[in-house]
């Protein structure tokens, strides 16, 4: 299995930028599908990005981030990215790093296999 550890968040002013970093450890990381969710108080966990196994040629983002948001990975380091930019207020939340087998990098968050902790991403206005 694989057991995602998100790292990166803190707190930045409306129009910064912030790096999220998910490394996760055993399994097979190359062969997995991995997401991005965030979750702000009293709202339901929501889909950010993706991308898909091995060459992760595949990055579906949600609308609200295209543009600002990218997803990258690293298999070397077993290592998924989320580079934000332009960061608004509406966009604090958790953080969310999950992982999928069978290379699944949707939107459905039932069918990510393997979640992390969660790292807190406050943006002041």
């Known amino acids: 299995q694989v057991q995602p550890v998100e790292s990166g968040g803190g707190l930045v002013q409306a129009g910064g930028s912030l790096r999220l970093s998910c490394t996760a450890s055993?399994?097979?990381?190359?062969?997995?599908?991995m997401g991005w969710f965030r979750q702000a108080p009293g709202k339901e966990r929501e889909f950010v990005a993706a991308?898909?196994?091995?060459?992760?040629?595949?990055?579906p983002y949600a609308a609200s981030v295209k543009g600002r948001f990218t997803i990258s990975r690293d298999n070397a380091q077993n290592t998924v990215y989320l580079q934000m930019n332009s960061l608004k207020p509406e966009d604090t939340a958790v953080y969310y790093c999950?992982?999928?087998?069978?290379?699944?990098?949707?939107?459905?968050?039932?069918?990510?296999?393997?979640w992390g902790q969660g790292t807190q991403v406050t943006v002041s206005s």
């Open positions: 999950a992982a999928a087998s069978g290379n699944y990098y949707g939107t459905l968050k039932h069918l990510y296999n393997y």
């Open positions: 055993g399994g097979t990381f190359s062969s997995a599908g």
């Open positions: 991308i898909s196994s091995w060459s992760g040629s595949s990055t």
